[in-house]
């Protein structure tokens, strides 16, 4: 499996622009951080309460970033996200 290095950034929506409030790490595969991104709860879309993004970022050679995918998500959702994300990290870097 080609690796590459790969990270979630997770944003809030704040005074009309979105703003970094953490990063997770996920230097893994394409397939693992796949598999990840679609266990995640949120929408495609900006709807309601939804002001907490989770951007999956790709970084390229020449250290390019770019999104890869993303999603909005309640503050509920971003909890249970984040359970996620430390869960399927652990399993990554233990069980591999």
């Keep these: 499996m080609e690796h590459s290095t790969y990270y979630l950034d997770i944003q809030m929506y704040c005074q009309d622009k979105y ?5 997770f790490d996920l230097n ?11 266990e995640l709860q949120g929408e495609n879309q900006v709807v ?3 002001l907490l993004r989770i951007n999956l970022m790709l970084n390229k050679a020449g250290n ?4 890869w995918r ?4 309640t503050l509920d959702e971003l909890a249970e996200n984040s359970k ?3 869960k399927k990290t652990f399993r990554t870097v233990n069980f591999d």
């Design 28 to 38: 893994s595969c394409a397939k693992i951080v796949d598999e990840l991104f679609n």
């Design 19 to 23: 703003i970094n409030i953490a990063t």
């Design 48 to 50: 309601g309460n939804r």
């Design 64 to 67: 390019t970033a770019i999104v």
């Design 84 to 86: 996620i994300i430390i």
């Design 70 to 73: 993303s999603i909005n998500c």
